[in-house]
């Protein structure tokens, strides 16, 4: 993973981003200049439309910007054709989801196993024990064997999160991770993001919960698509 020449590494420039909608034009993203550096914890707050769901989907390339340049880790992610991309998000982006995404026909174990069976960074022999071994780092190695349905929400959400560092990527990206779990459960997640960040990963997280915004360092406020107000919430 490399650094843009400033050391950031997501770097936003001008992002624009306008969707075309039966009533015309909307813009949800208004020139957005943004950089985060490596091993920051950041989260991305604000009122419902304010963009931030649309942020993350530029920065992982799930979305485009109409204009501006999105680069993360040295690479022009806008640029990139949608077979690149995959191969590129597999390998460079963990992404956790508010409704969890597992597949329902896939065990616990299987789920984590899919992004190392398309991102083929670990040998095919390793990676059975490699996603126990997340499992059991997020606290669920005892459902291993069980399907989604069978896991409760706090536990679909572990697997959830050991299948996106399955690849080990430096880059966790985080949409509402909290916003089906209860207020326990929501902070033992947020303490388990806190533990990749000490681990040297970087975690950018949209949030509705200020209780959760409040113990991340740095908070970036998002309002009517521009960036209202970054600060450093003078968290260690």
């Known amino acids: 993973m490399g650094t843009e020449?400033?050391?950031?590494l997501i770097d936003l420039r001008d992002v624009v981003k306008t969707y075309k909608t039966g009533a015309g034009s909307l813009t949800v993203l208004k020139k957005i200049t943004l950089q985060v550096y490596p091993g920051e914890f950041v989260s991305v707050v604000g009122p419902s439309g304010s963009g931030k769901s649309t942020l993350l989907n530029m920065i992982t390339g799930i979305d485009r910007?109409?204009?501006?340049?999105?680069?993360?880790?040295?690479?022009?992610v806008h640029r990139l054709s949608?077979?690149?991309?995959?191969?590129?998000?597999?390998?460079?982006?963990?992404?956790?989801?508010?409704?969890?995404?597992?597949?329902?026909?896939l065990t616990a174990l299987e789920n984590v196993m899919l992004p190392m069976d398309f991102g083929r960074v670990?040998?095919?022999?390793?990676?059975e024990q490699r996603a126990m071994s997340l499992l059991d780092q997020v606290g669920i190695a005892a459902q291993a064997h069980k399907l989604p349905a069978a896991l409760s929400g706090g536990e679909q959400q572990r697997a959830a999160i050991a299948r996106a560092i399955a690849n080990d990527p430096p880059f966790i990206v985080a949409d509402?991770?909290?916003?089906n779990l209860d207020t326990?459960?929501?902070?033992?997640?947020?303490?388990?993001?806190?533990?990749?960040?000490a681990q040297g990963?970087?975690?950018m997280m949209v949030t509705h919960d200020p209780s959760l915004s409040a113990?991340?360092?740095?908070?970036?406020?998002?309002?009517?698509g521009y960036v209202h107000r970054d600060e450093n919430n003078g968290k260690h």
Not at 5 to 8: F, T
Not at 86 to 105: D, E, K, N, S
């Open 5 to 8: 020449a400033n050391g950031a």
């Open 65 to 76: 910007p109409t204009t501006g340049q999105v680069l993360v880790s040295g690479e022009a």
């Open 82 to 105: 949608e077979n690149k991309l995959a191969r590129w998000r597999g390998r460079h982006i963990g992404v956790v989801f508010q409704f969890f995404q597992l597949l329902p026909t």
């Open 122 to 127: 670990y040998p095919g022999r390793e990676r």
């Open 176 to 179: 509402e991770p909290t916003g």
């Open 184 to 197: 326990a459960t929501a902070a033992q997640v947020f303490d388990l993001f806190e533990s990749f960040v």
């Open 201 to 203: 990963k970087t975690l």
């Open 215 to 224: 113990r991340t360092k740095r908070i970036i406020h998002l309002l009517d």
